[in-house]
């Protein structure tokens, strides 16, 4: 709520942004009339609190549509890139963090630590960039932007998903194509977290496989890979949910330059653009739904957590 | 009674030093960290005297040889020339001071701020003083930072101060939090108690007793931070909110650069490198920092 009156306090006109700085007085004061940019400020946040509610974010300066008709197309693209760099994560992050956990100090375990300081340090849009030089342009494997090649634009929308879409239409090739314009951003999204997260998981797993329990199992014969995939990966599984559910929700933030990089059109890329332009209620729709998403995300988080660590229900138990 | 008291003081100072040379000790014997503090030191050392060590300290900021344009990395050239004809080594030897200004300047700001506000909420706990400082870095960490310091800055003039305004904005909630879980934690401890019952005032609580307990975690912090703010700073400067062309900021050419995908690619090369560089640096540094207060 402060970000409204902030937004609007500060300084850089909107109308002259939305209309050019040559603006006729008079069309810039229509103009504002139209918007409620006139009234006064307590006003404005009354207004804008009113249809917040409602979801009605007003209208975009730059395109003149609803706010909230521009996020209901461009959501799904983003939702879509989310949703493939979270599995492209687990797929990375789990495997390498239990192969490095199982022989500490061998050479994938050097490897992987090599590759945690690379992952820590090449910025996400770095990461895009470097992705993109490599498959797209060198070795041409990949697309380097866009969603969909052009041939299979005409496909039909059911839930805004380009990969769950064709899928649905029964249309192999046009999958594949989305597929591939997909793992670039996602890729680049999520690689810098993901082996940050296999870190974790290896400092979880070295320190469970020394515990007493453990001992005690080996001691009563039971197999090796029950002990280490049953009860030593699962606990050390709980360090590592926290950490990347921060990382999903913060890719979040991220999309907003990957988005841009790979010209994917999805919500980040719209408020990129709202941001360039200082579309007002624009960027504060889409800042509100990224607000929203960052909070399903954390909630999501912790249900995981409490549905994969039994002392949490335990402690719950015992105090009630 | 007076005597006893110098007596104690000294020890204490005594022991903290002890303590600090330990740290050092640890730190010096980590390779790794060593070498991340080396070339952080070689990185500040670079950015200051850009002007002499660079070969060409002209094509730092607008400069136009358009002979020399589009040179792939040569020895004359290590990362090749721009568009411009200029050297993209020598901007990216600028570019160091620019992000490492950055950090200074927010670090200098957030640091002692959010220290001061996270001791105060976290010893005033559950007080009206804790319900504001806390309430108001609510408003901020409900959005992830990036974003928020992208609608800053949007809504702001594009430059490189509102920049260093909307990343000092968003960060300074994440210390605060850390602080004031610190406090709440350490609140309680005899030795508080005891400067209370000595009848120590407020500020000598916070200052004295709370705040050199809390030295490592706020400096490893503040270490690995420093890569965080060179990033976001680069991702500002990046879509065009930050600073402008043709000051010579690593965001800055990374978005000018990469448009000449994928034909001069070493363009590109040269400003990504020095943010890895930058930011691999600081984070051996603050990993050896970590391990190092670790014992204590």
Known sequence: MVRVVLARVLPGDPIKAALGPDVPEEAAQRYREMLNLDKPLYLQYFYWLRDAFQFKLGKSLVTMRDVSADIADFFPATLELLLASTIFRIIVAFPLGVLSGKKPGSAMDNAMRVLAYIGICIPTFGWAIILQLIFAYWLNWLPATGRISEEFMSIHRVTGLMTIDTLIGGNLPAFIDALKHLL?????????????????LRAGMIENIGRDYVLNMRSHGIPERIIYFKYVFKPSIIAVVPTMGLD????????????????????????????????????????????????????????????????????????? | MSKNYDTLVRKEREMRMESLRRVWFRFSRNKLAIAGFVMLVAIILLAL??????????????????KEKFQPPSLKHIFGTDMYGRDVFTRVIFGFRYALMMVGVVLGIIVPAGTVLGLLAGYYRGTLIDHIISGASEVFVAVPPLVLALAICSVLEPNVLNALLAITLMWWPWYMRMVHSLTSSLRNEPYVWAAKALGMGTAHILFKELLPNMLGPILTKATLDASWVIIIGASISFVGLGAQPPTPDLGTMLSEYCRYLPAYWWMTLGPLLGVIVLVLSFNLVGDGLRDAFAGE
């Not at chain 1, 670039?184 to 974790?200: D, F, M, T």
């Open chain 2, 49 to 66: 005297l850009a002007g002499y060590v660079t070969p060409y300290p002209s094509h730092a900021g607008l400069y136009i040889n358009f």
């Open chain 1, 184 to 200: 670039i951003p996602a890729v680049a999204l999520s690689i810098g977290g993901a082996v940050q997260e296999a870190r974790i």
């Open chain 1, 248 to 320: 999903i929700a913060s890719s979040v933030g991220n999309a907003f330059l990957v988005e841009t990089i790979c010209n994917w059109p999805g919500m980040s890329r719209y408020g990129m653009i709202a941001m360039l332009r200082k579309d007002l209620n624009a960027i504060i729709g889409v800042v509100l739904v990224i607000g929203l998403v960052y909070i399903v995300i954390n909630t999501i988080t912790d249900v995981i957590l409490y549905a994969i660590d039994p002392r949490l229900r335990f402690k719950e138990r015992e105090e009630s």
